[in-house]
């Protein structure tokens, strides 16, 4: 005999149907407060980035000088504030720079163009004999060879702040080149220039004294250096000393001028700088400033060695591809 029973548990059914709202509710509730919880950590996370973005927004050319972000901790945002201000460092002395060049290379193109207008004028103001107008002519190329050298200067401190990666760069024999500049220094000042090369010890290797480099730089930057020896020595005279170690080669030239001064001699490599032994010698103040940019190109190092009255030494220090 065979007894089928069935019931429903109405009770057992509701509790069921209970629990599940109670754990559909509890799970909305839950992502209700996981998102206001997550929302509410992330707006403090960013909030300091908030800040950043705020003050960096409100630095312009106007205030870069002045103006840096706030930095507070020392977590990654806190670094990259400081990595910020230290960019803007940078861009108010580069910025600083361009107005210097500016100001001062439109006062050092004026002058000589004033002078040539002004000379001009005066002479065509009435009828001048042959020899008045020979001597106007000679002066009008003097202040025209002046305003070309300054050109010249100009194009070469441009070129010098390229970058690296736009010049080509192949092995240069140091002592050849400087025998190459001595030769067209000797040229320009003629029969009263003297240029002394030497060699502190001889070289076992070629590659010694043979550094990677761009030969149409290091050439401005020796012709520049030896021009500037023989322009400030008493006898237009320059002394070169070609030595090495296990890194460099060393070139030193060393004039017989009035030397200079201690408190100018970092300053005689700003653009348009001119020490006080140098208000005499034509000259615009570029010379320098472009070597050191171009040795500083070529990895090395441009010093000088001064005692006034007992002439100055400068050197160049670059690294030779044996380093």
């Not at 977590?75 to 580069?94: K, P, V, W, Y």
């Not at 030494?313 to 690294?319: A, E, K, N």
């Amino acid at each position: 005999m065979l007894v089928l029973v069935s019931s429903f548990d109405k009770y057992g059914f509701q509790n069921l149907q209970n629990l599940r709202r109670i754990l559909l509710f509890e799970l909305i509730v839950g992502v209700v407060l996981l998102v206001g919880v997550g929302y509410f950590f992330a707006r403090k996370m960013v909030q300091p980035i908030d800040r950043l973005v705020e003050q960096a927004d409100s630095i312009n050319a106007n205030n870069l000088q002045d103006k840096r972000v706030e930095i507070k901790g020392s977590d990654e945002i806190a670094q990259l504030g400081n990595n910020f201000n230290t960019m803007l460092a940078r861009l108010s002395h580069s910025f600083d720079l361009q107005k210097s060049f500016v100001s001062n290379a439109s006062h050092e193109l004026r002058t000589p163009l004033a002078s040539i207008i002004s000379q001009l004028q005066v002479t065509l103001a009435k009828e001048r004999t042959g020899p008045e107008y020979e001597a106007v002519l000679n002066s009008v190329l003097e202040d025209a060879e002046g305003l070309s050298e300054l050109t010249n200067g100009l194009l070469q401190l441009a070129q010098s702040e390229m970058n690296r990666q736009e010049f080509a760069f192949t092995p240069v024999r140091v002592d050849e080149l400087l025998w190459d500049t001595a030769d067209f220094v000797r040229r320009k000042w003629k029969s009263v220039g003297k240029v002394d090369i030497q060699f502190l010890r001889e070289p076992e290797q070629d590659e010694m004294i043979t550094c990677n480099g761009n030969e149409a730089l290091l050439r401005i930057l020796f012709i520049n250096l030896l021009d500037n020896a023989c322009k400030f020595s008493e006898d237009a005279s320059a002394r070169v000393i070609i030595d090495f170690n296990d890194k460099y080669i060393l070139v030193h030239m060393k004039d017989r001028g009035p030397g200079i001064p201690s408190g100018e001699q970092e300053k005689i490599f700003e653009p348009f700088f001119r020490g006080t032994n140098a208000q005499q010698a034509r000259g615009h103040g570029l010379g320098l400033s472009i070597c050191r940019r171009i040795t500083d190109l070529h990895d090395g190092r441009l010093t000088v060695f001064s005692i006034p009255g007992e002439g100055s030494t400068f050197t160049v220090q670059l690294p030779h591809i044996i380093s």
